[in-house]
């Protein structure tokens, strides 16, 4: 943060423009990262975030992706779809409004059928790991699919309260999931397009579900 508490928040990394396809190198990367300012500090929850300069970010956002996947045979029409995410800096200066119009474009992307619920419209507890397992038993949710950096500090018991099992979960190192851990989501996108895509992602979902059986 710096003194005029700006803040970046949540980067993920775009590949170098004209780097070979999965082989790309951290140092040649660029944060697609969103100017945010903290009204009450680090205690300041999503929906108190806000961005501090709204139509700078909006330029940075759309020239990234533009430099970045212009070239790519699935741009035109992601570029289409990304319209009312940028329009969306014009008339808000909420960080919470943004993201979730950006996720909900990726999710459509690869034809997710769900609905997004909102945790502060669900009655939670305050501790992290009993926030996050009545958080998944007010949704339904039977499994907690956890990356390995929750691991660490996740309490399995509060889960347990609910017949809720957690799954460990890390991205293949393999082909298009590489880089998973280092780059947005888009890139996978403009890689292999939506319908491929989406086929990965079911194929993945299988073999989690199998290693659950």
Known sequence: MDRSGRRAVRPQGLPAPGAPRLARRVSEQQWLSISTHLPHGRPTSIRGARLADPARCQRRVAQLLADHYRHSAYWLLFKRRLEPVLAAFEST?????????????????????????????????????????????????????????????????????????????????????????????????????????????????????????
């Open 93 to 213: 200066d909420r960080l919470a409004d943004v993201t979730e119009l950006s996720t909900r474009l990726l999710l459509e992307e690869v034809g997710w059928p769900g609905r997004i619920l909102h945790s502060s419209d669900l009655l939670a507890r305050g501790e992290r790991s009993q926030r996050l397992a009545d958080l998944a038993w007010l949704t339904g949710a039977t499994t907690y699919l956890c990356g390995t950096g929750g691991m660490r500090y996740l309490d399995p018991a509060a889960f347990r309260v609910h017949l809720i099992e957690i799954l460990p979960f890390h991205a293949p190192a393999l082909g298009m999931w590489a880089s998973a851990w280092e780059v947005s989501a888009v890139h996978a996108l403009m890689l292999v397009g939506p319908r491929a895509l989406r086929r990965e992602l079911e194929a993945l979902r299988g073999r989690v579900l199998a290693g659950v059986r």
